[in-house]
């Protein structure tokens, strides 16, 4: 029997792989996170947004996309510096991985960011909060895709959706306190 090297453990993660290749790397992955997180960064960044000037469409398009980008370059730079093993370098391989771990939260700005450009042809009048409505609406959505395929019972499920809406909730009613 081989006892594990304690330098090489790792503490309890949900949030990805590790950055060495696992053995079950081809097993089916329940992890939504970086989506469920990435759709909650938009609905906040909508919500905090008030965009004016001549172009306030294109601006929040642009400040979903490029928070997304940033929020996406931080976690996978995170994960890479604070999750390496000892001994073991950072290479390219490592940041491709992790890079494409993280992307769903740039890929969670895609709709919010569509709602934004086709709310005026919807006869909407407030961009945002057809957005937020996205962003908090697939936010729940990926949770309960995630809760689904990990094999959680129809209650797990309801709880975890009722949590990432409350969540999402909260986002609105800081929206309509600050009155933006």
Do not use: C
């Amino acid at each position: 029997m081989t006892v594990p090297d304690p330098s090489r453990a790792r503490a309890p993660d949900a949030s990805g792989p590790p950055l060495r290749p696992a053995e079950d790397a081809d097993s089916e992955r329940t992890d939504y996170a970086g989506a469920v997180y990435g759709s909650l960064l938009a609905a906040s960044v909508i919500a905090a947004s008030g965009t004016t000037g001549p172009h306030p469409r294109l601006a929040l398009v642009l400040l979903l996309v490029v928070t997304g980008l940033v929020f996406w370059m931080a976690h996978a730079y995170a994960r890479l510096v604070g999750e390496r093993e000892i001994g073991h370098p950072v290479n390219w391989r490592d940041l491709r991985r992790v890079g494409r771990h993280e992307w769903p939260i740039v890929e969670a700005a895609v709709l919010p960011a569509v709602a934004v450009l086709v709310s005026p042809w919807l006869g909407t009048a407030e961009t945002a909060w057809l957005a937020i409505g996205v962003a908090v609406a697939q936010q729940v959505v990926w949770t309960t895709l995630g809760a689904r395929r990990a094999g959680a019972s129809v209650r797990q499920t309801a709880v975890e959706a009722g949590v990432n809406l409350a969540l999402g909730l909260l986002i609105v009613i800081a929206k309509v306190a600050v009155g933006h």
